[in-house]
């Protein structure tokens, strides 16, 4: 008991984060399962998926109540993420262990966030950037 | 609602997120806002939205798929998901607030803060 306690309170800083930068927290949610819930690798993963569900779900409808982006663009999307979704789901359970997975995603993370921090510092990168055709303003 | 298919640049992203997400039981917002800011060209607030609503389906099917191999606990999950559909309403309140660079730089900082404590842990 005392231990989905933890969970719904650390539910609650993940879903703000998840909230102010778009992201589903399983990169959060997956090691506190594993740490706190005392469940291996893949069950965490799995767990953590389930439980971006309803958080997205919440997200997506909020965020579109302010008009940011186009729900259905968002949502045909992750359709198509769909399909690297399900084989990789695969990959994972049957042929990789949970340890080599944790490694390789820390260096999924940093190279990731190497990108953004300078992004942000220099943000012409991101006006040189091909392809754009969103001219929306920030919701506010 | 009207359906509109991403350009290809935005659907390999799109790919890229999904197989990650599965991979490492995550929604792939962390993959998929950077593609879709450094490749696609959206703004980083647009990247999130469409990061969020694209996170829909691919945890739906992705968690199907854990599912059927028995790698899922519900319990934890729905005590996780109770404290996030409360949190995540805070948060788009906070996005909204936040300028583009300052939300930029704290998710790059957060994926440091998450690639550290994972190899730390």
Redesign the interface.
């Given at each position: 008991m005392t231990q989905l306690l933890l969970l719904f309170v650390i539910g609650l800083g993940v879903g703000a984060l998840s909230g102010t930068l778009g992201v589903g927290g399983g990169f959060l949610m997956v090691p506190v399962l594993v740490l706190i819930g005392g469940l291996d690798q893949h069950t965490a993963q799995g767990t953590s998926l389930l439980a971006i569900l309803p958080i997205s779900i919440l997200g997506a409808v909020t965020v579109r109540r302010r008009g940011v982006a186009d729900l259905g663009r968002g949502l045909s999307l992750g359709a198509i993420g769909v399909v690297g979704s399900l084989v990789a789901a695969q990959v994972a359970v049957r042929f990789i262990p949970g340890s080599q997975l944790r490694i390789a995603f820390a260096a999924v993370l940093l190279v990731v966030a190497a990108q953004m921090l300078r992004g942000a510092r220099w943000p012409s990168f991101r006006a040189a950037a091909p392809g754009s055709d969103s001219k929306e303003p920030p919701a506010g | 609602?009207?359906?509109?298919?991403?350009?290809p640049?935005?659907?390999g992203?799109?790919?890229?997120?999904?197989?990650?997400?599965?991979?490492?039981?995550?929604?792939?917002?962390?993959?998929?806002?950077?593609l879709l800011?450094?490749?696609?060209?959206?703004?980083q607030?647009?990247?999130?939205?469409?990061?969020?609503?694209?996170?829909?389906?691919?945890?739906?099917?992705?968690?199907a798929?854990?599912?059927v191999?028995g790698?899922?606990?519900?319990?934890?999950?729905?005590?996780?998901?109770?404290?996030?559909?409360?949190?995540?309403?805070?948060?788009?309140?906070?996005?909204?607030?936040?300028s583009?660079?300052d939300?930029?730089?704290?998710?790059?900082?957060?994926?440091?803060v998450?690639?550290?404590?994972?190899?730390a842990?």
């Open positions: - | 609602m009207t359906v509109t298919w991403p350009a640049r935005e659907a992203a799109a790919v890229a997120a999904g197989l990650l997400s599965g991979l490492f039981g995550i929604g792939g917002g962390i993959v998929l806002v950077p800011v450094f490749v696609a060209g959206r703004a607030r647009e990247a999130q939205a469409l990061s969020l609503m694209a996170i829909i389906p691919i945890s739906a099917f992705g968690a798929s854990y599912a191999t790698r899922l606990d519900f319990p934890f999950a729905v005590a996780l998901a109770a404290g996030g559909v409360i949190g995540v309403r805070w948060g788009v309140g906070l996005m909204a607030r936040v583009d660079r939300l930029r730089t704290l998710f790059g900082a957060l994926m440091l998450a690639a550290v404590a994972l190899v842990l």
